[in-house]
């Protein structure tokens, strides 16, 4: 039962906290049978709610650090989703044993249920994959070499837009399993060392293929706004669709970063993303010209939003917004890296607003009698989403009108970035076209680009 409860909270948290979380490869997910699922790590706990949400399978148990029973919220909640606690050698001087928590992963993986580990061994903020531990090859080996059955690891990959904004969007992609067969366990008796390491470059292969890496963040943004160049104006991306056209872009250019022209291309990018955050612009404001009348109708269109979400949103908005207030603040100032911003704003969120419903249903069932307390709890539940679409709006309000004020404001600097975007365009066009192979698959074709360049 408490399990349940957990799984249906673990949703709920992933579906109000990213507005989209996209699936990739969900027929590599074994319907029953035992499974490793291996994923990339940037945002902490984050990335174990997202995978218990999407993969499919139940329970998933999952290594996590021994230090985070030590707080006395986590740990209850912990245990309830079947996590195994691990103590990591580097904090504890070397002097640590995990035998007991292998020994019962090894059960748990027999008895045909799934576990979840990140073999990286921590969350981190870098723009590519870190080194993977060898542990996750070492589980599977073991238990294959048990004899009593066999087991999959499965590479998934995390990719999140914007990893810590709400209501962003992430992909979740899984891999082909990699099957622990009786060749892998022969191998694995006759050499134990070299077999572990084989297998978990086996799977740092497999999970560079699921997740988007690059040399650092600079080429990232780089490769992002060479991507949103590329892009003809009329093609909608998919989160999937999105990571995939970044990871060819990436991966292209560290094959020909030494050419000239790839050079000068990165150049001119950084100059002409430097120009547009000098002045406050999106690249995509420029994709197009638009007039003072669209731009008031794209303004009305918000501002009618947020008129229909406004009554039934006030209640929870004057509750929540001081609650998301509060979680941005914790987020933004408790967080040691990076990486667990996310993961502190969403745990101060699940403490202090059903604590502010306990005590509003306190109130009114003391006052009023405890059917119109349940009932306050239901009504600002639906509150609470449409104050989620109401800030929705609200946001998207505010950035087009502040677009407005600075297109026209910024009259002849806009027309001279829209000649220099012109130019990189018809640039990163030919540039793709030259480096890349005749017979290699495309996500677009020539008729998307001739749409693209064609009046609306």
Excluded at 276 to 292: N, V
């Amino acid at each position: 039962m408490l399990q349940r409860l957990v799984r249906t909270l673990i949703r709920i948290i992933t579906n109000t906290f990213f507005r989209r979380v996209d699936v990739a490869g969900e027929a590599h997910v074994p319907a029953e049978g035992p499974v490793i699922f291996a994923g990339n790590h940037p945002n902490a706990l984050m990335d174990g709610w997202i995978l218990t949400a999407k993969c499919g399978r139940w329970p998933l148990h999952f290594l996590a650090n021994a230090k985070l029973w030590d707080y006395r919220f986590l740990g209850p909640l912990l245990d309830a989703t079947g996590a195994v606690p691990v103590y990591r050698r580097e904090e504890h001087k070397g002097e640590v044993d995990n035998e007991s928590a292998f020994e019962r992963l090894y059960e748990v993986i027999e008895s045909g249920n799934c576990v979840g580990v990140f073999p990286e061994g921590v969350s981190h903020v870098e723009s590519q994959l870190m080194k993977l531990k060898t542990g996750t090859a070492r589980i599977a080996l073991a238990v294959a070499a048990r004899g009593k059955t066999t087991v999959s690891i499965i590479p998934c990959g995390l990719n999140y837009i914007h990893r810590h904004r709400f209501r962003s969007q992430v992909l979740i992609e899984f891999g082909d399993p990699i099957v622990i067969d009786d060749d892998w366990t022969e191998k694995y008796r006759e050499n134990e060392y070299d077999t572990v390491r084989e297998l978990t470059a086996l799977l740092a292969n497999a999970l560079l293929a699921v997740t988007l890496n690059a040399p650092d963040w600079s080429t990232l943004r780089f490769i992002q706004t060479a991507r949103r160049l590329y892009k003809p104006k009329t093609a909608q991306l998919s989160p999937s669709e999105y990571v995939e056209l970044n990871r060819r872009f990436v991966d292209q250019y560290v094959l020909t970063s030494d050419d000239p022209e790839m050079q000068a291309f990165r150049q001119d990018i950084e100059d002409y993303q430097a120009r547009l955050d000098m002045l406050g612009i999106k690249d995509h404001q420029l994709r197009k010209p638009m007039s003072l009348g669209q731009s008031f109708r794209k303004l009305s269109l918000r501002f009618i939003t947020m008129l229909v979400f406004l009554p039934l949103a006030i209640p929870g908005a004057l509750l929540n917004l001081p609650v998301g207030w509060i979680a941005a603040v914790v987020g933004e100032r408790f967080s040691y890296e990076k990486d667990d911003i996310a993961t502190l704003k969403v745990i101060a969120t699940m403490l202090l607003l059903p604590a502010v419903y306990v005590v509003i249903a306190v109130y009114v069932g003391v006052t009023f009698g405890w059917l119109l307390a349940l009932l306050a709890v239901v009504a600002l539940t639906l509150s609470f989403f449409a104050s989620v679409r109401l800030i929705e709006a609200e946001v998207g309000l505010i950035n087009s009108m502040m677009s407005i004020v600075r297109l026209v404001r910024l009259g002849d600097e806009v027309d001279d970035l829209r000649r220099v975007r012109e130019g990189l365009v018809d640039r990163i066009r030919k540039l793709v076209e030259r480096l890349t192979e005749p017979d290699s698959e495309r996500m677009f074709t020539s008729e998307d680009f001739q749409k693209s360049s064609e009046p609306s």
